[in-house]
């Protein structure tokens, strides 16, 4: 059974405490491994080594910096395969999946080999009698990541290249539910020429997070996941005097307006609302059709479909969804969708007690379709992160806008029609921080930020793209004279020229 070890300064070290975690594989339910659970010792010397790393690697010349990204692209690219595989062996995702993840991740590190165009300062000349203005933007120091156990690859790399490339030493806190990945990853950064001590990851739960959330030495945190933790990061992080993004939860809808194509829409509920056994973020969990004969005319098209879901492990090339990752979360999806059914929502394709020859043991639930569900509703008010789509029958185009703002998350949503007018007022008045449009996974690509409203999202900045520059960096502006020949004397009233 393996062990999967924390990695300070390049080392792996089981850290001092002897508490562990126990790591599975979702499709089998056996055990695969340990995880050592980090104390805050652990995140100190984490801190130490980030510390050590800090002033060569923020002296580093931008363009050096560059370079490792150039050479982490060609290795992941190489190395694809490998990083989907250790993916999909603790989390459960299809092998296509897992390479999408890693795709997406790719698209991170490309935009992050360009930091010497994106640290480029502001110079004004002579904004005084012989006076300059220069502003440019300096690395924080140390800064953290908390990552969710859903994208184990991708989300870390949604931080870290960032951060690296704008001159931070970072500490990878990672979910202990997929530990894996995030070790490869390091790896793969080492393999590329990062020094050590710039790249750390400590495992573990709570202890970790709040040791992160406490050190005085870290000057940032970004973390993902749930809207509870995310809160609770946010919250604590800021008191400690921390600069702190906290991505969270979401219940992302999707409208179809009676115009709208409904095989195509259809479709592509189904690669939203299932795939990746609906553990995304971005995943539409709601769809609202507006008028009864869109919706009647939907269920009919999506009930076959969801029935005829390929459900398998990631050593099936065929399966379009794998498990959900542990035991606890196949039991919370099960019940909830009992307490659907028990609040009067029709159970038109049931998912609950599947069972895969071969694969007993595994944390699987089937494609499950609820029609009738009212806002009113647990499973319509909870994000529910598995394969479960709701079906929400809106009167109105409006009373469609109305529940979408109205609901406590704002990550993400779509629109589909073939009415320009429609989907321009929806992209305007839509109370959601990533829109899209007959797109129903608008993820934006690395060279724009991700982030949702409400509470998905706590904290001023998305991640990754322009927004990551600026929650990496600190503005700087240095105002310098050379006078030659200007004497001005002692000057007792505010600048001004
Ligand atoms: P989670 O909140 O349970 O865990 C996230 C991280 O917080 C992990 O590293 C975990 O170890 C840590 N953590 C868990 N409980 C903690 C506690 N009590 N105190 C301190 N730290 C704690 O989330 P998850 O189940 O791993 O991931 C799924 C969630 O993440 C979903 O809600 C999903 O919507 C969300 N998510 C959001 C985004 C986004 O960009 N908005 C992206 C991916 C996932």
Same mark, same amino acid.
Not at 175 to 203: I, Q
Not at 390 to 414: C, E, F, M, P
Not at 417 to 426: I, K, L, Q, S, V
């Given at each position: ?18 508490? *562990? ?5 979702? %499709? ?7 995880? !050592? ?49 250790? &993916? ?14 890693? %795709? /997406? ?5 490309? =935009? ?10 502001? $110079? ?11 502003? +440019? /933007?300096?690395?924080?120091? *140390? ?21 690296? %490339? !704008?001159? @931070? ?40 997070? +709040? ?5 005085? +030495? ?10 509870? &933790? ?7 992080? !800021? ?12 219940? @992302? ?27 995304? !973020? ?41 498990? *959900?990752?542990?035991?606890? %979360?196949?039991? /919370? ?46 499973? =319509? ?15 109105? $185009? +409006? ?15 779509? &629109? ?13 008045? &839509? ?15 690395? =060279? ?15 991640? $990754? ?6 929650? =990496? ?25």
């Amino acid at each position: 059974m393996k062990r999967i070890e924390h990695i300070i300064a390049g080392h792996r070290t089981p850290g001092i405490s002897a508490s *562990v975690s126990p790591v599975y594989n979702p %499709a089998t339910g056996e055990q695969t491994g340990t995880v !050592c659970m980090g104390t805050a010792e652990d995140v100190a010397a984490a801190v130490a080594a980030a510390k050590e790393a800090l002033p060569d690697w923020a002296g580093t010349p931008p363009a050096k910096r560059a370079r490792v990204m150039f050479r982490l692209r060609e290795i992941l690219e190489a190395r694809k395969d490998d990083v989907a595989r250790a &993916i999909s062996e603790e989390h459960g995702k299809t092998h296509d999946d897992a390479l999408g993840e890693v %795709a /997406r991740a790719l698209e991170v590190v490309e =935009y992050a080999a360009g930091i010497p165009e994106l640290l480029k300062g502001d $110079y004004s000349r002579d904004v005084g009698p012989g006076i300059d203005t220069m502003a +440019d /933007r300096q690395a924080l120091g *140390v800064v953290a990541g908390i990552t969710p156990f859903n994208f184990p690859a991708m989300v870390p790399l949604w931080m870290i290249p960032m951060a690296v %490339a !704008c001159g @931070n030493t970072f500490i990878l806190k990672p979910s202990e539910r997929d530990p894996s990945s995030a070790n490869l990853v390091h790896d793969l950064f080492a393999e590329a020429g990062l020094p050590a001590g710039v790249l750390n990851v400590v495992h573990g739960g709570k202890d970790a997070v +709040d040791a992160v959330l406490d050190h005085g +030495d870290i000057q940032a945190v970004s973390f993902v996941g749930s809207t509870p &933790i995310a809160e609770y990061v946010y919250t604590r992080g !800021c008191a400690a005097g921390k600069r702190v993004q906290a991505l969270g939860g979401a219940k @992302n809808h999707m409208v179809i307006l009676p115009d709208a194509d409904m095989d195509q829409a259809a479709d592509a509920l189904m690669g939203a609302g299932f795939g990746s056994a609906g553990e995304r !973020c971005m995943a539409i969990s709601v769809a609202v059709p507006v008028g009864q004969e869109t919706a009647d005319k939907l269920v009919k098209k999506l009930a076959p479909r969801v029935s005829a879901l390929k459900i398998g492990p990631a050593t099936d090339p065929q399966a379009e969804m794998g498990p *959900v990752i542990t035991r606890a %979360a196949q039991e /919370r999806i099960e019940s909830l969708i009992s307490k659907g059914a028990e609040e009067g929502a029709r159970v038109v394709v049931d998912g609950r007690g599947l069972r895969l020859q071969g694969y007993e043991g595994g944390f699987w639930v089937g494609g499950t379709l609820l029609d009738h569900v009212t806002p009113e509703m647990t499973v =319509y008010r909870e994000e529910i992160f598995g394969p479960v789509l709701s079906v929400l029958r809106a009167d109105s $185009y +409006d009373s469609a806008v109305d529940l979408i703002n109205k609901h406590q998350y704002g990550n993400g949503t779509a &629109i589909f029609t073939r009415d320009g007018d429609a989907a321009r007022d929806f992209a305007a008045r &839509i109370q959601v921080g990533m829109v899209g449009i007959n797109v129903p996974i608008p993820v934006p690509v690395a =060279y724009h930020s991700f982030g949702g409203w409400k509470r998905s999202i706590f904290g001023a900045h998305g991640i $990754y793209g322009p927004e990551a520059v600026h929650f =990496y960096t600190r503005l700087k502006t240095v105002t310098s004279r050379w006078p030659t020949g200007i004497r001005a004397g002692a000057q007792f009233t505010f600048p001004s020229h």
